[in-house]
């Protein structure tokens, strides 16, 4: 079978989000990047990948799907089902939970943190502080939450290494490109728990793939 292909840039923690469930299923692809310069996500090729002219998209044979998560269940469910837990009601709601909680409560905090110290420079804009400082507060709140439950569970849906705790990697990989990453360092649970996923093979080869 021919490799998956994943349309986008790795500059991008959406793309950089399924290269990590890539990485950890196994699976084989490749990144097929997209230029932004041209315009080249709102061309009628990329469209059909993705009508939202958006990246990441990905391709495995006839099937074209997109939004980075649901990419990063598609690579679990065919190549590593143990990292969704399907076959167990309890752990699966549990990865269900947090995979939720990763994408509206800790990623949505640390987008904006994230356009501000690192895509609006490279854009020739400006960093609003008041808008990096709001949003480092609200992710102080969530922290507390995270160092509550990995003070109890060595992951976040429970023991075991879930696809809830590999979609927090590409974003939190990005935190550490800004000068906010010392905000992990009030919550050690959560050092310790982001400790253990760098030590993995998958979060290291997409931690050197974003290196600018
Ligand atoms: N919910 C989606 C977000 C994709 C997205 O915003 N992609 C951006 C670049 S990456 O941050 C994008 O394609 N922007 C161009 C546009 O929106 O026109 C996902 O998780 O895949």
Same mark, same amino acid.
């Given at each position: 079978?021919?490799?998956?292909?994943?349309?986008?840039?790795?500059?991008?923690?959406?793309?950089?989000?399924?290269?990590?469930?890539?990485?950890?299923?196994?699976?084989?692809?490749?990144?097929?990047?997209?230029?932004?310069?041209?315009?080249?996500?709102?061309?009628?090729?990329?469209?059909?990948?993705?009508?939202?002219?958006?990246?990441?998209?990905?391709?495995?044979?006839?099937?074209?799907?997109?939004?980075?998560? =649901?990419?990063?269940?598609?690579?679990?469910?065919?190549?590593?089902?143990?990292?969704?837990?399907?076959?167990?009601?309890?752990?699966?709601?549990?990865?269900?939970?947090?995979?939720?909680?990763?994408?509206?409560?800790?990623?949505?905090?640390?987008? =904006?943190?994230?356009?501000?110290? !690192?895509?609006?420079?490279?854009?020739?804009?400006?960093?609003?502080?008041?808008?990096?400082?709001?949003?480092?507060?609200?992710?102080?709140?969530?922290?507390?939450?995270?160092?509550?439950?990995?003070?109890?569970?060595?992951?976040?849906?429970?023991?075991? !290494?879930?696809? =809830?705790?590999?979609?927090?990697?590409? =974003?939190?990989?990005?935190?550490?490109?800004?000068?906010?990453?010392?905000? !992990?360092?009030?919550?050690?649970?959560?050092?310790?728990?982001?400790?253990?996923?760098?030590?993995?093979?998958?979060?290291?080869?997409?931690?050197? !793939?974003?290196?600018?």
């Amino acid at each position: 079978m021919a490799p998956m292909k994943l349309y986008g840039a790795t500059m991008s923690w959406n793309v950089t989000r399924c290269a990590v469930a890539l990485e950890e299923a196994g699976a084989e692809y490749e990144i097929v990047p997209i230029n932004f310069a041209t315009a080249e996500h709102k061309s009628p090729e990329h469209l059909a990948r993705n009508p939202f002219g958006q990246v990441p998209a990905l391709q495995d044979g006839d099937l074209c799907i997109w939004e980075s998560r =649901a990419i990063c269940k598609y690579a679990a469910r065919k190549n590593k089902p143990e990292l969704l837990k399907e076959g167990n009601l309890v752990e699966s709601a549990m990865v269900d939970v947090w995979m939720e909680v990763e994408a509206n409560q800790y990623t949505s905090v640390l987008d =904006a943190i994230l356009f501000q110290c !690192l895509i609006s420079p490279m854009l020739g804009g400006t960093t609003d502080q008041k808008v990096v400082e709001d949003n480092l507060e609200k992710l102080k709140k969530v922290l507390e939450v995270y160092e509550a439950r990995l003070t109890k569970y060595k992951y976040l849906a429970g023991d075991f !290494l879930s696809l =809830a705790d590999l979609n927090h990697v590409s =974003a939190t990989l990005c935190l550490f490109a800004t000068p906010h990453a010392s905000v !992990l360092d009030g919550y050690p649970h959560v050092k310790a728990w982001w400790s253990s996923l760098m030590e993995r093979p998958s979060v290291q080869k997409v931690a050197a !793939l974003m290196k600018p």
